[in-house]
């Protein structure tokens, strides 16, 4: 028992070590995990692949709850380079960005202005500068989820504070009855 709690403080302690030496690594790498995502997972054949569909549905449930669009800042035009994007039939009627890079009005259940958000003929999403698009989120994603997770850090902190806190008082309890166990020789009841 021991052991195994021993175990487990030491591996936390070392993933903590090792995400703080090399973050700027996993930054990199989960951004460029991101934008692959979408180039070629979202809305990618969903009816037959659940790996996909996931891939899609989370994306769509971040861009909403995180108000956010693609990867990086004014990084939607990751989505022109998207299987979904490609697969568009009408090149009169194609949708630059998902629903849920547009601005969404709690208030009202609905979208600001979807079609221009999707298919802004002076700006973005459908060329990289031009005319403001108020319907469409200009915050990128990963710069949305650093932000959130930079607030909620002392949440965290706190929580995995209290977890190796736990994990130490199993370590010194689990001494102290191996310690008892020698006095007596035997387990009293």
């Given at each position: 028992f021991v052991a195994v709690i021993g175990l487990m403080f030491v591996l936390l302690l070392t993933a903590a070590i090792l995400g703080a030496v090399f973050r700027d690594n996993l930054e990199d790498n989960l951004q460029e995990d991101m934008k692959r995502g979408i180039r070629t997972q979202y809305a990618t054949s969903v009816d037959y692949s659940d790996r996909n569909r996931d891939v899609t549905e989370s994306?769509?449930?971040?861009?909403?709850?995180?108000?956010?669009?693609?990867?990086?800042?004014?990084?939607?035009?990751?989505?022109?380079?998207?299987?979904?994007?490609?697969?568009?039939?009408?090149?009169?009627?194609?949708?630059?960005?998902p629903p849920s890079c547009c601005v969404y009005e709690n208030?009202?259940?609905?979208?600001?202005n979807l079609q221009n958000c999707q298919s802004f003929a002076f700006g973005p999403p459908r060329m990289q500068?031009?005319?403001?698009?108020?319907a469409l989120h200009y915050r990128g994603c990963y710069t949305a989820a650093r932000e959130f997770i930079i607030e909620q850090a002392n949440i965290v902190l706190g929580i995995g504070f209290a977890f190796c806190v736990f994990l130490i008082t199993g370590v010194v309890a689990g001494v102290l009855f191996i310690l008892k166990l020698g006095e007596t020789g035997e387990m009293e009841y």
């Open positions: 994306w769509d449930m971040l861009q909403q709850r995180l108000r956010c669009c693609a990867v990086n800042d004014e990084g939607w035009g990751l989505y022109q380079e998207s299987n979904w994007f490609t697969r568009q039939y009408s090149e009169y009627d194609k949708k630059f960005v208030r009202l259940g609905q979208y600001l500068t031009g005319a403001q698009n108020n």
